[in-house]
């Protein structure tokens, strides 16, 4: 009895489930996917208005141009004079087959770019000539404007659908324009808004008879929504210029709200490029160069080893697992065995023999003996290394770094932090906190994103928690952000550690590696880091120019803006990383720079010599090789 119920339960349920998808795909869209397709009826779209896009003072970035775009139906196109109409259009024979091959493949009965951004000189004159060619109509169009030429990273484009999404989705046509990449492609669909649709009769001749049903379907356009984003506009302009010439990311945020107020990558370009017509050309060119990569964002994608600014994060985790005090001291005498090998010896700079080293004067000098001792007592502290390993991890992990953050952009790298499984898997001898020392001074496994190390350094200036990253501030009509960006996440750091941590970082300015980039009037911590670069070549090590790191916030109390810096070959953080940062900090805070000949000196200081050297090194590799 039970399972004749069963039974007829199941088929009464699968009876359902059909019904209600065939009522969905009939009656709820049928009607209108049955109008599109019908060849007696005509669809015309009335394309909205793109949303503006504005920074956090209410600068415009991104607005609208006008384009015509010829469209073509080739189902409705009549024997013409292909010449006559080539030399119309500017085109030549073969160019013309190609492209209504192209319609035709896509949809006979359905519209389609035949010709895309006309010129504002043709298309009066083709405006006139074209009724003539049936099939072949102007359809105008909404394209971007950049009025400020920087944050192409930021902005993305928008292209054209691919004719995938054309075929798969039931918004887009092909030949219609959709976000790629940055905040265009992440809120597309808030600024797209809803093209509207108006419905005409044809006869049997193809002649539009009049409004289909009165126009019952007809629907109007809606604008797409304005977003108001977190960046300043200015501060980033700045940055990109100190940027020329190098290589490298910078990520400032508002440690008070994660507020992204500068997402710099360097190189970059021009967001114009990809635009008109000559986006296409363009696009290839930026693209395919895969030596100074404009179009990869080295804020989000680049990942790094962090060097000395993890030192911090040592030692916050040395304190919270209660392995060191403010008060522990080593003894440094210029580095830190940890074997009895000549190699197993770890170097340090900090020039202090003689005296243990405490934790403040550590991070303030960076100390790679004492975080090398605490890295081992944390990972000592636990029964074996794995499980020690995963305690330093997970408090690292707190603070952001290992993982995707999960900011509104559509792009970016997860970073490392291991834990004991990753070395359970990598080793097959048995290990411990010697093999994985690098790790201390943020080397060894150890990678992060200049978005995580930014965001560290939030968590830090706010003592023990941080917002989740976010480059829009208002979106129109929208009251209020998505709960994530506004939800502080703890770290498992407790608040009571930082204060030595950010006193030492202030000591770097004031005595320690950055003391010549002070800024008068601010009081800045930072920590400066040199982490060491090196490539294969001939299957050999060789060592290049290393990466200069630095990260810092300012001020010291009530912190208005954490900054995380990469320059590829810069060299010691405190030649450039340091100057760099500690002008955008100024420029942010001051409005103004009173240090001009600073500013000059960064501004033209090129690395292209050590880019072209780097290549000249990679490519003899290759000659040697025989690779490709």
């Not at 150890?446 to 190390?453: A, F, G, H, K, Y």
Request: with cysteine; hydrophobic share 35%.
């Amino acid at each position: 009895m039970k399972r004749s119920f069963l039974l007829i339960f199941l088929i009464t349920l699968i009876g359902i489930i059909y019904i209600s998808r065939l009522f969905h795909l009939q009656i709820m869209k049928g009607s209108e996917n049955s109008l599109t397709h019908s060849a007696t009826i005509k669809v015309e779209y009335d394309y909205p208005e793109r949303g503006y896009i504005y920074d956090r003072n209410g600068k415009l970035l991104v607005a609208n141009q006008l384009s015509y775009d010829v469209m073509i139906v080739p189902k409705e196109v009549e024997p013409l004079d292909t010449l006559e109409f080539c030399s119309l259009l500017k085109i030549d024979k073969e160019d013309f087959k190609k492209r209504f091959s192209k319609a035709e493949n896509y949809a006979r009965w359905l519209p389609s770019v035949f010709l895309k951004q006309l010129a504002k000189e043709d298309y009066a004159y083709l405006q006139e000539k074209l009724p003539k060619y049936k099939g072949f109509y102007i359809q105008k169009r909404i394209i971007r404007n950049y009025p400020v030429k920087s944050a192409a990273n930021v902005l993305g484009f928008i292209s054209e659908v691919s004719e995938y999404i054309a075929k798969n989705s039931e918004y887009y046509e092909q030949g219609e324009l959709i976000g790629k990449l940055g905040v265009e492609k992440q809120y597309e669909k808030e600024l797209r808004g809803i093209k509207g649709k108006r419905y005409y009769k044809r006869n049997n001749l193809n002649e539009i008879t009049g409004s289909f049903k009165g126009g019952m379907y007809d629907t109007l356009a809606v604008p797409g929504k304005d977003l108001t984003l977190t960046i300043d506009s200015e501060l980033q302009e700045y940055g990109e210029l100190l940027m020329a010439g190098k290589r490298g990311g910078i990520v400032a945020l508002e440690p008070q709200t994660g507020e992204i107020l500068a997402l710099i990558t360097a190189p970059s370009y021009d967001p114009n490029l990809l635009v008109g017509r000559k986006r296409s050309p363009n696009s290839v060119r930026l693209f395919n160069d895969s030596i100074n990569m404009p179009t990869f964002d080295r804020g989000l994608q680049a990942s790094y080893a962090p060097g000395s600014p993890f030192k911090i994060l040592t030692g916050l985790i040395g304190l919270q697992e209660g392995v060191i005090d403010e008060n522990s001291g080593f003894f440094c005498n210029h580095g830190y065995r940890y074997g009895r090998r000549p190699n197993e010896f770890m170097g340090c700079h900090c020039n202090i023999v003689g005296r243990p080293v405490r934790l403040k004067t550590a991070i303030a000098k960076s100390c790679n003996t004492y975080f090398a001792n605490t890295y081992r007592k944390i990972v000592d502290k636990y029964e074996n290394a794995t499980i020690g390993t995963d305690a330093w991890s997970e408090h690292a992990k707190s603070f952001g770094l290992g993982n995707y953050l999960g900011y509104d952009l559509p792009s970016g790298q997860k970073g490392r932090i291991p834990d004991g499984r990753f070395y359970d898997r990598s080793y097959d001898f048995r290990w411990g906190a010697t093999t994985t020392i690098s790790n201390s001074i943020g080397q060894g496994e150890v990678e992060t994103t200049p978005i995580q190390l930014a965001n560290m350094t939030a968590a830090i200036a706010n003592k023990g928690y941080y917002y989740t990253p976010h480059i829009v501030k208002k979106i129109e009509d929208k009251p209020n952000l998505d709960s994530i960006y506004t939800t502080p996440r703890k770290t498992t750091v407790s608040p009571e550690h930082f204060p030595i941590a950010i006193e030492a970082m202030y000591e770097t300015f004031t005595r320690g590696t950055a003391r010549y980039s002070q800024v008068k009037g601010i009081d800045i911590c930072g920590k400066t880091g040199t982490v060491e670069n090196f490539i294969r070549v001939n299957k050999k090590k060789v060592q290049l120019t290393d990466h200069s790191i630095f990260i810092a916030f300012a001020p010291k109390e009530n912190p208005k803006i954490a900054i995380a810096i990469f320059v590829e070959n810069g060299g010691y953080g405190s030649t450039i990383a340091a100057p760099i940062t500690s002008l955008l900090i100024e420029k942010y805070l001051n409005k103004s720079i009173s240090r001009k000949h600073l500013e000059n000196r960064m501004i033209n200081l090129s690395l292209q010599e050590r880019y072209d050297n780097q290549l000249l090194i990679q490519k003899s590799d290759t000659i040697a090789t025989g690779t490709k």
